[in-house]
């Protein structure tokens, strides 16, 4: 950093301030974490440098020759961990890894289907307005009343559309996913299952969610949500895949580059090599487990406080809640929260009847603080903070005309900043979080 603030003062120092506010926050995006220390030095290295067109030993540039080590360090690393015969590592984050997959296997107008966005999907699921949806014909499936997977209505809706691509893997779903039923559904049906694991793939290698390798024909994830590595992502072949198409491998080789594309970033593929190398430790699995642990003692504790919890729980890392029983909108509650020093999203909820901005729901997540060492003791405490916060703003609901919320919203957001008692709360979680250090 010192060469940094002597010649950029300014963004040293801005650079200090976020690493404080890491520091100072309970970080409960579930899509977040703090990588290790390791990881950024890979990240902050000279493979910045270097140009690599193309892949191992396949290079359009010259002087790739370590590059092509680190790279293929990285593949095997992969292939080891999630137990698939072919992975490519350069996809840059997670939806260019899947705009890749649809690239690769599908032509303009061809069918894919995904679970709807305001139901937990994610945007290149099929989402309206983007890639996945307006170069390609989006179908897209929802949750049943009970507000998880209703395989009944996926395998209809499979039959009569006949996608050639079926995605499953969310980002707001906090229950198990049956990626059997999943796998049996693209069977019949002749579709490619894509098993999107962003958001579980810390929880697979650590073996506390089930793995969809043998049940789908390409896998994709970014690395630096549970995996805890750096920005980027894998798209993974299965030996199922394979054997369906034998050039699925080429074509998303093909798909990357040249497809979508330039050059690989050296430093993060170095990167992601090294959190594939964590990943694969005794501790990693701890830390899966307690992930869980956390998120399970979390949602047991906010129930108890009269939290209505979409699914009534969770399996996994993150929880979503529902917060019209607390006559609080979602975007009220996130900022109350954020005010209080504890950082979550604003999220829809199924069936919600607000819009994505203005949404009804907040998720929250365990991987972050799990990473700074807190147990299940602290989730009590956390609880206990999340309900006086969200307490501080009840009956902060939003009206649905847009007019009308914009005055409100503005308003209410320069008081709830000013909100002395949840100022005070930031204070306590800034007392609790200083004794659990970041990596
Ligand atoms: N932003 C990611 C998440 O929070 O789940 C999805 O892209």
Partial sequence: MKSLQAIDPEIASLIGMEE?????????????????????????????????????????????????????????????LFCVPYVNVQALSGSPANDAVYFGLLDP???????ALSFGGHLTHGARLTFSSRFYRSVQYELGNDCRLDFDAIWKLAKKEKPKIIVCGFTAYPRRIDFAAFGKIADEVGAYLMADISHIAGLIVGGVHPSPVSHAHVV??????????????LIMVTEKGIKKNPDLPALIDKAIIPGLQGGPHDNQTAAIAVA?????????????????????????????????????????????????????????????????????????????PMPPFFPSGIRLGTPAVTTRGMKEKEMKKISIW????????????LPRDPEKRSVMWKNMRKEIRANKKLLTLATEVRAMTNHFPTP
């Fill in 20 to 80: 404080q506010r890491q520091k100072d926050v309970l970080e409960m995006i579930p899509s977040e974490n703090y990588t290790s220390a390791a990881v950024m030095e890979a990240l902050g290295s000279v493979l910045t440098n270097k140009y690599s067109e193309g892949y191992p030993r396949k290079r359009y540039y010259q002087g790739n020759a370590i590059i092509d080590d680190i790279e293929t360090l990285a593949q095997e690393r992969a292939k080891k």
């Fill in 109 to 115: 107008g061809d069918t894919i289907m995904g679970l």
């Fill in 220 to 233: 994709t994830t970014t690395t630096h949500k549970t995996l805890r590595g750096p920005r980027g992502a």
């Fill in 276 to 352: 594939l190398k964590e990943a694969s430790s005794s501790a990693f699995k701890t830390y899966a487990h307690q992930i869980v642990k956390n998120a399970k003692a979390l949602a047991s504790e906010l129930s108890d406080r009269g939290f209505d919890l979409v699914s009534g729980g969770t399996d996994n890392h993150l929880l979503l809640i529902d917060l019209r029983g607390k006559k609080v909108n979602g975007s009220v509650a996130a900022l109350a929260l954020e005010v209080a020093g504890i950082v979550v999203n604003k999220n829809t909820v199924p069936f919600d």
């Fill in 386 to 397: 999340i309900t006086s916060a969200v307490d501080e703003v009840s009956g902060a609901e």
